[in-house]
């Protein structure tokens, strides 16, 4: 099975313009997460979903939307991109109890 | 407020050296505490969920415990394939699945 699938792997955006990251599951996991990686920060979770149609807000959510139509896709919308949301961005997902989450192959984003 | 706090940033050991990586963290009731291991460009791979204070868990050379306020990842006799990035990340009973993560420390292991 292909696991967690991002895309695009990578991008570059000028700022003020949106771009929506797109991230699929086909292990039928019902959480999914976004998170970003900045170098000496770690994982900073942006926003998640406990189960299709529920979003949640993360530690940094600001400058970005999700949502959850269906159980397998969770994008990432960016409405209007700042030089500060360059970073790798990682979708991952889980199963119902706390346990291990997937992890996507990122997507590197630059926002100039 | 929910923090994870990982020591030290970075670690240098000669291959067959033990060490380990602390943990700390602060959480209004522990749901489960997770180690990832995470290689340059690339994801973050599972390797331990511990639920609560004196579980262990191993992992070939890799083996993770739990006390109320740390956990620790001890790595006997490593080797230079086990350099990459360990994450340390805590989800706490009330707020779903919300998870956080700590900065994560550098292993390298020299041959």
């Known amino acids: 099975t292909a696991g967690i699938t991002q895309a695009p792997t990578s991008q570059i955006l000028a700022a003020g313009r949106s771009m929506t990251l797109r991230c699929t599951q086909d292990?039928?996991?019902?959480?999914m997460y976004w998170y970003r990686q900045d170098l000496g920060l770690g994982l900073r979770l942006i926003h998640y979903?406990?189960?299709?149609?529920?979003?949640g807000k993360g530690e940094v959510p600001d400058g970005y939307s999700v949502s959850r139509a269906n159980t397998d896709d969770f994008p990432l919308t960016l409405a209007s991109a700042v030089p500060s949301q360059t970073s790798v961005y990682f979708c991952a997902s889980s199963t119902d109890h706390p346990g291990e989450q997937y992890f996507g192959p990122g997507t590197r984003l630059t926002v100039t | 407020e929910d923090q994870v706090t990982q020591s030290p940033e970075a670690l240098r050991l000669q291959e067959g050296e033990s060490s380990s990586l602390n943990c700390s963290y602060t959480?209004?009731?522990?749901?489960?505490l997770f180690w990832y291991r995470q290689d340059p460009g690339k994801g973050p791979e599972f390797l331990f969920t511990?639920?609560?204070a004196g579980e262990e868990k191993e992992k070939e050379r890799l083996k993770a415990t739990l006390t109320k306020k740390e956990s620790f990842l001890h790595i006997t006799a490593p080797k230079p394939e086990d350099s990459a990035t360990y994450l340390c990340a805590v989800q706490a009973r009330t707020g779903g699945f919300k998870t956080i993560f700590g900065a994560g420390t550098r292993l390298f292991v020299k041959a």
């Open positions: 292990m039928r996991h019902n959480a």
């Open positions: 959480v209004s009731g522990l749901r489960g």
């Open positions: 979903s406990n189960t299709a149609g529920t979003t």
């Open positions: 511990l639920y609560s």
